[in-house]
């Protein structure tokens, strides 16, 4: 059951990342590029998403456990740190530089060809090799 | 063109129902980049059958509804070494950042989770800076 609801959340990421345009990297470039061909889709896009999600966090206080049992995720922590930041700024430039991030690189590629795979498993090698990436960062003094 | 915005908004609602419920139901936060990473990186072995069933569901929705578009174009870069270079900032750069678009942005910014406010405006700055030297400075986007 678990993983049938699983299976239906992904479903309606896929089918919104599709219908909003999102895994065309052109607007999701043309959304970044604020000196060419200003495309706003991507407001909207972030905008409707959270209408329902917001719902759903306050749906969330009112219940002490998810339907299907377990429990809810913790409280997010509020420390801004380092690894926030940097993190976050690395991705940013992948994103500007491809128009693809983790969601819209899965949901196009059944049908977007092989840049997209490149994409993706460059992305997955990123992400293997980030334990290690953290352990280095973990050795610096934290002065960055 | 005029309609994107429609689109946009629509599909967002979509993506927005789908976090909904993936909270609700499964209570797990609908972050993609967390989801692929935990399969990646071995964190998250226990719950693998979910994070495998909501990414089938990613990759599989778009093809049930391709048919219906005539045509898709990505407008994806066909520079490998573009592609290679954005996938790892990307696969590193959400994972240290423990989020992305949908974590940090969709789930995140929603909760008024200050980590998520504070990321979306880092990699959207980044994002923009980005293009504006790789295309308009640099030409290799």
């Given at each position: 059951m678990r993983n049938l609801f699983a299976f239906f959340a992904g479903g309606l990421f896929g089918a919104g990342l599709f219908i909003s345009g999102m895994t065309d990297t052109s607007?999701?470039?043309?959304?970044l590029d604020v000196f060419g061909d200003w495309d706003p889709t991507l407001a909207f896009v972030m905008g409707g998403a959270m209408i329902p999600m917001a719902i759903a966090w306050i749906l969330r206080n009112r219940r002490s456990t998810p339907a299907l049992g377990g429990s809810f995720p913790p409280a997010p922590p509020q420390r801004i740190d380092r690894n926030l930041i940097l993190g976050s700024v690395m991705f940013g430039f992948g994103w500007g530089l491809a128009g693809l991030c983790p969601?819209?690189?899965?949901?196009?590629?059944s049908y977007g060809g092989v840049g997209h795979w490149v994409f993706?498993?460059?992305?997955?090698?990123?992400?293997?090799?980030?334990?290690?990436?953290?352990?280095?960062?973990?050795?610096?003094?934290?002065?960055? | 063109m005029e309609q994107d915005w429609i689109w946009g908004l629509i599909g967002g609602l979509l993506i927005g129902t789908g976090g909904a419920v993936y909270l609700l139901a499964n209570g797990r936060i609908m972050g993609a980049s967390g989801i692929i990473g935990g399969l990646v990186d071995g964190s998250g072995r226990d719950t693998k059958w979910e994070r495998i069933a909501f990414l089938a569901g990613v990759f599989l929705l778009p093809i049930v509804i391709y048919p219906v578009y005539s045509s898709i174009d990505t407008h994806v870069t066909d520079n490998w070494a573009v592609?290679?270079?954005?996938?790892?900032?990307?696969?590193?750069?959400?994972?240290?950042?423990?989020?992305?678009t949908s974590g940090h942005g969709?789930?995140?910014?929603?909760?008024?989770?200050?980590?998520?406010?504070?990321?979306?405006?880092?990699?959207?700055?980044?994002?923009?800076i980005g293009v504006i030297l790789f295309r308009h400075l640099l030409g290799v986007i």
């Amino acid at each position: 059951m678990r993983n049938l609801f699983a299976f239906f959340a992904g479903g309606l990421f896929g089918a919104g990342l599709f219908i909003s345009g999102m895994t065309d990297t052109s607007k999701v470039q043309g959304w970044l590029d604020v000196f060419g061909d200003w495309d706003p889709t991507l407001a909207f896009v972030m905008g409707g998403a959270m209408i329902p999600m917001a719902i759903a966090w306050i749906l969330r206080n009112r219940r002490s456990t998810p339907a299907l049992g377990g429990s809810f995720p913790p409280a997010p922590p509020q420390r801004i740190d380092r690894n926030l930041i940097l993190g976050s700024v690395m991705f940013g430039f992948g994103w500007g530089l491809a128009g693809l991030c983790p969601g819209p690189s899965v949901a196009s590629l059944s049908y977007g060809g092989v840049g997209h795979w490149v994409f993706f498993l460059a992305m997955l090698a990123g992400m293997a090799v980030t334990p290690a990436v953290r352990r280095m960062l973990d050795r610096q003094p934290a002065t960055a | 063109m005029e309609q994107d915005w429609i689109w946009g908004l629509i599909g967002g609602l979509l993506i927005g129902t789908g976090g909904a419920v993936y909270l609700l139901a499964n209570g797990r936060i609908m972050g993609a980049s967390g989801i692929i990473g935990g399969l990646v990186d071995g964190s998250g072995r226990d719950t693998k059958w979910e994070r495998i069933a909501f990414l089938a569901g990613v990759f599989l929705l778009p093809i049930v509804i391709y048919p219906v578009y005539s045509s898709i174009d990505t407008h994806v870069t066909d520079n490998w070494a573009v592609l290679i270079a954005a996938g790892l900032l990307v696969g590193v750069g959400t994972r240290i950042a423990n989020g992305c678009t949908s974590g940090h942005g969709v789930c995140g910014m929603s909760r008024l989770s200050l980590r998520g406010f504070v990321a979306t405006i880092a990699y959207i700055m980044a994002g923009g800076i980005g293009v504006i030297l790789f295309r308009h400075l640099l030409g290799v986007i």
